[in-house]
């Protein structure tokens, strides 16, 4: 296994918090192995968009 020695810092409200939490209970992962999981999914859309200041050439 791999050694993360990266931190990143995210802010959240109660709600979200609560649903990740849920969500990771449910999946039998931490957090951030959850967190970790979603950002290797391929199927992740971005739409540029909803960021009309970050388009991208």
């Known amino acids: 296994m ?3 020695n990266i931190e990143k810092h995210i802010l959240m409200n ?14 039998c992962l931490s957090e951030g192995g959850l967190i970790r999981l979603i950002l290797c999914q391929e ?5 540029n968009d909803f960021f009309p200041s970050c388009q991208h050439t």
């Open 43 to 47: 199927k992740v859309q971005i739409k």
């Open 14 to 27: 109660k709600a979200e918090a609560q649903d990740l939490q849920k969500k990771a209970k449910r999946a």
């Open 2 to 4: 791999s050694k993360r």
